[in-house]
């Protein structure tokens, strides 16, 4: 069987985990969450996003986490989803920016109001003025296999995407609604790769219909190493209806582990991190009945 020996999770839940809650989550406690995941072993962890705080309240303060955690050595990543995303995470000189654009138009306009042409456009440019920075930059494809508008997304509109964002460090493809399954995700996964040898793949999967892990492992097979998952399994997309369920970090961790492949993650400090991930969700995951 033809797998990594090695595997990068990134951890998403500082931003994709935590924009969710309904609630206002102190930076403090955030703060306190990147420093645990930092300390458990994580090289890379998308910290904030930069997008409007009236849509995404949660994430108002960015520049102050992002502050907070400045000397911590790991690599942060941002999230951006126009121009005005991306120039505020060239100016904060985070490591990565990941650039999110969708693979259908429905998805397009109701995530970033544009549509899949002109987010290409604004992904190109984002790639080369953060290279200019010495910025890396991930485009994030999403709704890669089922999109809740639309249905299931022809493969060929991915790889067409794709081939125009070649010159981005990294390209991920999103399962946003969950729907995904393994022989679908092993048939986009390994065309994209053998139609694009060079490009680095980052799969990140929900667990809304239980098949993250499969998919993950579909995706291995087809030669991809980097994943991304939430501790504790906090958060979805705010976009993207009965998206719940980011995959957990510590169930890709324990599986990849006991296959014997190496992430770098240290068993017994994730307790610490997995502790206060439950404890942000339990204080400001419900919704105040006023
Ligand atoms: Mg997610």
Known sequence: MNLPKKVQIVEVSPRDGLQMLPRFAPTKE???LIE????????RIEVISFVSPKHVPQMADSDEVLNAIKPLKFEKMALALNEKGYKKAIEAKVDWICYVLAATEQMSKRNANTTIADSVQVAKQCIKEAHEAGIKVRASIAV?????YEGKVPKERVLEITENLLEAD???YNDTVGCAVPNDVYELCSTAKKSFPNVTFAGHFHDTNFTALANIYAAMTAGWDVFDSSIGGLGGCPFSPGASGNIATEKVFWMLDKMGIQTGINNEKLKE???LAKKIEQNYGENLKE
Do not use: D, M, Q, Y
């Open 273 to 275: 991190p997995i502790t």
């Open 30 to 32: 955030k703060v306190r």
């Open 36 to 43: 645990a995941l930092s300390e458990a072993g994580f090289k």
């Open 170 to 172: 990294e390209i991920a």
């Open 144 to 148: 890669c296999w089922v999109c809740p």
